[in-house]
């Protein structure tokens, strides 16, 4: 093939390797390809293949060309380099633009798929993002988004539900419950600030509200698992908020793999003399569990129990902090506008994506402060009690067990202000 013939067909740098390898001064261009430039040898063995990736490398500098071009709006129809200003990318899409980029570059080739049959959208990938982030970062309304960023209301909509099929069904993984060899990480990193060992989590049940499109109001529970830096390691969501926290977490597949004993099964440390299990941490709306720690009822002051109170509550706000950060998120922050199915799939979405943000060390989207949690709706607690005591006494056993240890540990930090650090950390809880 006639080098003018390459010019139209190849891609610049594949036009490069081409020039390098039939350079006129080259007199042995079959060794070259085949030694130096092995990867260009493949390459030229095809020209099909050769002329087509040319094709989509030319048709996606286009779309990127397109999305160069000024507009009437700074950040109207993600003219992602036009604004230089941070908290404009923090404000539109809840990430710093260098996290919007590497995003957009995982995400690409799975967003340009899938189109409306017969009705290809013909938007770059950035385009697709920008406006399914704009939906979940910010709630706007899918009027409101057309406007902003020039397309239709329906292609607004396609693009924000792409975008929740997409995480939630390509990059689940990135919450993922721990393996046991992990659980030691998690485990260490509780008890160095609180002293309390073997907790592998914080266990947290929150309500968003949802608006159908026959006008019902109703209210989606979720359930999430955290570590201490509010990663999230587990989340269910999708139970009708009337129901108890103790409801949904029996509702769980989590509840039954450990009651099973395929979860938090590792053998037992002993804490003063009491085998303690691997267990998760969790509020007044659970029950006492061998597994599941809850704080004393009326703590007499400066005693045990109120040093594992403390303790408590300090392991806990990685929780509060974590549901703080998703209602962080626009959508997620007012009542959801869609069916059920559709308010899930932005629970899952947002989910995904503070673990995705953490990751990155992009904090954007995390919680500077719980100011705004509601403290009076953090749990709803079941009219149901156990009926097997045994099971009480053995985790009231193992709970004061770690209380003694807990008064233990934060004596030995501050041996004559323990109380009024107990105070503190309640008065600031």
Same mark, same amino acid.
């Given at each position: $093939?006639? =080098?003018?013939?390459l ?7 594949s ?17 070259? @390809? ?25 048709s ?5 060309a397109?999305l160069?071009? =000024? ?8 003219q ?5 200003n =941070? ?7 809840? $990430? ?7 995003? @957009? ?7 340009? @798929?899938?189109? +409306?049959?017969?009705? +290809?959208?013909n ?13 979940l970062?910010t709630? /706007?309304?899918?009027?409101? %988004?057309?406007?902003q ?12 539900? !792409?975008?929740?099929?997409?995480? @939630? ?16 990480s ?19 049940c929150?309500?968003?509200k949802?608006?159908?499109?026959? #006008?019902?109001?109703?209210? %989606?529970?979720?359930?999430? $698992? ?17 129901? #108890? ?12 793999? %450990? ?8 053998? +037992? ?5 009491? +085998? ?6 969790g509020d ?10 809850? =704080?004393?009822?009326? /703590?007499m002051p400066?005693?045990?129990?109120? !040093? ?14 974590? %549901? ?7 959508v997620l ?6 069916? $059920? ?5 932005y629970? #899952? ?6 673990? #995705? ?8 989207a ?9 403290? *009076? ?8 009690s ?17 209380a ?18 107990? *105070? ?6």
């Amino acid at each position: $093939m006639e =080098p003018s013939a390459l010019v139209t067909l190849l891609s610049s740098i594949s036009q490069l390797i081409l020039l390098l390898v039939l350079s006129p001064n080259s007199t042995d261009s079959s060794d070259s @390809c085949s030694n130096v430039f092995p990867a260009a040898h493949h390459f030229l063995a095809s020209q099909e293949i050769a002329a087509t990736l040319s094709l989509l490398s030319l048709s996606r500098k286009r779309k990127r060309a397109r999305l160069s071009e =000024p507009t009437d709006h700074e950040l109207g129809r993600v003219q992602l380099g036009l604004s230089r200003n =941070p908290d404009s990318f923090k404000n539109c899409f809840r $990430m710093t633009s260098s996290t919007f980029e590497w995003l @957009c570059a995982l995400l690409e080739p799975l967003l340009e @798929c899938r189109d +409306p049959v017969g009705s +290809p959208l013909n938007l770059s990938a950035e385009l697709r993002l920008g406006i399914g982030l704009h939906r979940l970062a910010t709630g /706007a309304n899918y009027p409101e %988004i057309s406007k902003q960023f020039g397309v239709s209301e329906s292609v607004a909509r396609f693009c924000s539900k !792409q975008l929740c099929r997409v995480l @939630c069904t390509n990059y689940r993984f990135w919450i993922e419950f721990p393996n046991p060899d992990e659980f030691e990480s998690v485990s260490a990193a509780f008890e160095t600030h609180t002293g309390l060992p073997n907790c592998c989590g914080v266990i947290h049940c929150t309500r968003f509200k949802i608006v159908t499109n026959n #006008g019902l109001h109703e209210t %989606i529970a979720a359930q999430i $698992m955290v570590d201490s830096s509010s990663r999230i390691l587990s989340i269910v969501a999708g139970f009708r908020g009337n129901k #108890g926290d103790f409801r949904v977490l029996k509702s769980s597949t989590l509840y039954t793999d %450990i009651e099973q004993g395929k979860l938090l099964n590792l053998a +037992p440390v002993n804490v003063n003399g009491v +085998p303690v299990n691997q267990y998760l941490i969790g509020d007044e709306g659970y029950p006492l569990l061998p597994w599941l720690m809850v =704080p004393f009822v009326d /703590a007499m002051p400066a005693s045990n129990e109120e !040093q594992f109170n403390a303790a408590h509550t300090r392991m806990r706000l990685s929780g509060i902090r974590a %549901i703080v950060s998703l209602r962080n998120w626009g959508v997620l922050s007012k009542p959801i506008r869609e069916e $059920m199915k559709m308010a899930v799939a932005y629970i #899952g979405a947002c989910s995904i994506l503070h673990n #995705g943000l953490m990751m990155r060390e992009d904090y954007s989207a995390m919680s500077g402060g719980l100011d705004d949690y509601d403290q *009076s709706s953090q749990y709803y607690r079941d009219d149901t009690s156990l009926e097997e005591n045994s099971i009480q006494n053995k985790a009231s056993v193992i709970r004061s067990a770690l209380a003694t240890t807990a008064k233990q540990f934060q004596d030995s930090i501050f041996p004559t202000h323990s109380s009024s650090l107990v *105070s503190l950390v309640k008065g600031g809880s």
